[in-house]
């Protein structure tokens, strides 16, 4: 059977179609992936926690006394989440050097010079987010 050129252009028109399609479907998703994770950021969470007790606030009808108080139990609370969070973190820390460790030791040494700098980069990420927490 012999395609014509007709066919054949009809073929390509869809494939490139597709491709593109396909592209702008990642380049949603992406986006759309990236706007979720900021939301989600440290400074997004101190805005998230306010606008959390504003909507307690208002549809409790709390007043200003209860408000005042409710305000110092959930900061209250959350330095006891920090204080936790302090206290685990050298746990975490444990498994996660070991693991490296043990990564490393498979590693050419011109691979661990790249896996070095990429822990660096990861704990240094880590600190950075750590710091941005909400106080």
């Not at 054949?8 to 179609?17: D, P, S």
């Not at 949603?28 to 998230?48: C, E, I, N, P, T």
């Not at 305000?71 to 204080?83: G, H, K, Q, S, V």
């Amino acid at each position: 059977m012999v395609m014509t050129s007709r066919t054949r252009l009809k073929i390509w028109l869809v494939l490139a179609l597709v491709f593109i399609l396909g592209s702008a479907t990642g380049a949603a998703l992406d986006v759309l992936y990236h706007a979720r994770a900021g939301a989600r950021s440290a400074d997004a969470r101190g805005h998230d926690v306010q606008a959390h007790f504003d909507v307690m606030r208002r549809d409790l009808n709390l007043t200003d006394e209860q408000a005042t108080a409710i305000r110092a139990i959930l900061d209250e609370t959350r330095e006891e989440y920090r204080a936790l969070r302090t206290e685990l973190r050298p746990r975490f820390e444990e498994p996660r050097l070991k693991a490296r460790a043990r990564i490393r030791a498979l590693l050419t040494p011109v691979q661990q010079q790249k896996f070095d700098a990429m822990s660096a980069q990861q704990d240094s990420k880590r600190e950075e987010e750590e710091q941005r927490r909400p106080h």
